[in-house]
Structures are given as C-alpha cells and as structure tokens.
T-cell receptor
Framework: NAGVMQNPRHLVRRRGQEARLRCSPM?????VYWYRQLPEEGLKFMVY????????ESGMPKERFSAEFPKEGPSILRIQQVVRGDSAAYFC??????????????FGPGTRLLVL | AQSVSQHNHHVILSEAASLELGCNYS??????LFWYVQYPGQHLQLLLK??????LVKGIKGFEAEFIKSKFSFNLRKPSVQWSDTAEYFC??????????????FGTGTLLAVQP
C-alpha cells in the first residue's frame, strides 16, 4: 500500500508568491491533517479535514492560509503572498476514522518550503 | 492550554545502553498517546500508541512505553539501543472525549544520537 504522499518535497518561493502543497492520503483514509514544523520547534497542528469539509482549523493562521480536501483529488494547503516566516516543513497525515477511539495518524514525507 | 513536554532535547548514548525518554502532558481527561520517530531524511513513523487497556505498550523495534496516569507521563524505553536508533523522537497526545477533535499535540522532540 502506498503511504501518504506529498508533493512537492521541496518548494522555493519568493516573498509575495503563492505556495500550493498537495497531499494524497493513504488508500482508504478519509481524514487529512496538516501540521507545520518551524525550525527548532515541534510539529504544530494546523487543520483537520474530511472530504469537502473543514472539521477543525484552529491552528491555521487567520490570513493567507487556506486548505481544502475536495471530493476528488488531493488535499491542498495554499499559502498566499508568502513571507520568510512561512519557511518550514509542512506535514500531512491521514487516518481512516476519528471519534472517541481515535485512529493513529500516518504521516507523509513533508514539503520543505523555503521563502527567499 | 494543553501541552506536551519532552524534557530531554538531546540524548547521546553508546550502543547497548538503555534508553528512557520522558514525556509528560497537561490534560486532565482521557488521552490517546503516541510516540513517533523520525530517522534522518525520513518522515515520521509511528512507534507505538496507547488508547486503553494495559498501560505498558509494546511497539516496533523493541521499544515500549508506559502510561502512568497519576503522573501524566508516557515515557519511552528500550533496554539496549543500536546505532540505527539514531533519530528524533516525538511524543504526542490526542485529548479525547466529548467535543475534542483528532488533532495531535506534539512535544518538541528529543534528538537521540547512538555512538557505535
């Protein structure tokens, strides 16, 4: 089984440009999570999505960041007008279900975003 | 606010030494607990998880962790480390119970270097 796939693995953008990060969950998984790892810090939750629904976006910056998980295709994390502080590793994870007996989340390889 | 503390940021051991990495969380309710490992150049992999039942959990590669509810701790252990265990280790928690979503709260990680 293919694991969680993310692309691109590395992304370089200049300040003011847009970054689009893609995540394809594991087969059979319908829940997607995005996390961000800033330099010298642990992973921080950003957003939790199910197909066509944002369940929890409490970790998303209020501006410039958006996420979607359409009915068809990968989940997309979009960062508009990037700034140097957006440079980080962005990880996607997926799980087959959620609820009181939470399933473990399986992580992709991450996208390393560098903003020049 | 809910948080996860990993007190050892860097650990250096010789091969065959025993390992214990500390993890404490601040949440009074039911929790699901995880240890993830990130080998150099690779993505996060699940080492072990605790949802309920026996508080001593066995994971892959000879790792185990013990959930001590009274101490809010979930320490990771391995009786004899190998050079290949060199990696960064992350403790994570999902506070479960009514209204909670499935977001992982991570510690800042512990970098383990095993000397041959």
């Amino acid at each position: 089984n293919a694991g969680v796939m993310q692309n691109p693995r590395h992304l370089v953008r200049r300040r003011g440009q847009e970054a689009r990060l893609r995540c394809s969950p594991m087969k059979g998984h319908s829940h997607v999570y995005w996390y961000r790892q800033l330099p010298e810090e642990g992973l921080k939750f950003m957003v939790y999505l199910q197909k066509e629904n944002i369940i929890d976006e409490s970790g998303m910056p209020k501006e410039r960041f958006s996420a979607e998980f359409p009915k068809e295709g990968p989940s997309i994390l979009r960062i508009q007008q990037v700034v140097r502080g957006d440079s980080a590793a962005y990880f996607c994870a997926s799980s087959p279900s959620s609820g009181r007996t939470s399933s473990a989340q399986y992580f992709g390889p991450g996208t390393r975003l560098l903003v020049l | 606010a809910q948080s996860v503390s990993q007190h050892n940021h860097h650990v250096i051991l010789s091969e065959a030494a025993s390992l214990e990495l500390g993890c404490n969380y601040s949440y009074g309710g039911t929790v699901n607990l995880f240890w993830y490992v990130q080998y150099p150049g690779q993505h996060l992999q699940l080492l072990l998880k605790y949802f309920s039942g026996d508080p001593l959990v066995k994971g892959i590669k000879g790792f185990e962790a013990e959930f001590i509810k009274s101490k809010f701790s979930f320490n990771l252990r391995k009786p004899s480390v190998q050079w290949s265990d060199t990696a960064e280790y992350f403790c994570a928690v999902i506070p479960s119970g009514g209204g909670a979503t499935n977001k992982l709260i991570f510690g800042t990680g512990t970098l383990l270097a095993v000397q041959p």
